[in-house]
């Protein structure tokens, strides 16, 4: 899975297949921890993740939440920048 950011210990990464890996969403880790947002609604709907390391990805998705989009729909991965 392609690391796309990286910030205060996180590492967020994109993966996509056409049709199979909807709704589009990324995924976090932290250490042991792993949670998956969905890029429309900034939620996490999986995973441990602790509470403030949510509140970061949240952030961070928000800066750059219409690139992320356009990332999934184009399926054309870039490196982002950090929180």
Known sequence: MPEIARFYGIVIKMFFKPKE???SHLHALYG???GIFDLR???????DLPRRAQELVKEWMSQNHNELLD???????KKLPPL
């Open 71 to 77: 990332m999934w729909d184009s399926q054309n991965l």
């Open 21 to 23: 890996h909807e709704p």
């Open 32 to 34: 042991e921890h792993i």
């Open 41 to 47: 609604t900034m939620e996490m709907t999986e995973g």
